[in-house]
């Protein structure tokens, strides 16, 4: 896979928490009704932990997700 931006190949690897991760347009604590969610909620995930499949690009520091490729670990 290549970078969008500079065309450089891009590493493949995870965003990783030990909390449910989502993406929202305010910066607030807790889920909120809009709040996009990264992660699927399972017993596993809980003491596993929570992993979305990404991309990193070191020369244009930029980290890609794709909504196709979320999971919980």
Do not use: R
């Not at 449910?20 to 596993?48: P, R």
């Amino acid at each position: 896979m290549k970078c969008p931006y500079c065309n450089h190949k891009i590493e493949g690897g995870f965003l990783k928490s030990s909390h449910h991760i989502t993406w929202g347009k305010e910066k607030a604590m807790g889920y909120q009704e809009d709040d996009l969610s990264l992660t699927k909620m399972n017993l596993d995930s809980f003491f596993k932990g929570f992993f979305v499949k990404s991309y990193y690009c070191k020369d244009f520091k930029k980290i890609f997700i794709s909504l196709e490729e979320i999971d919980a670990g």
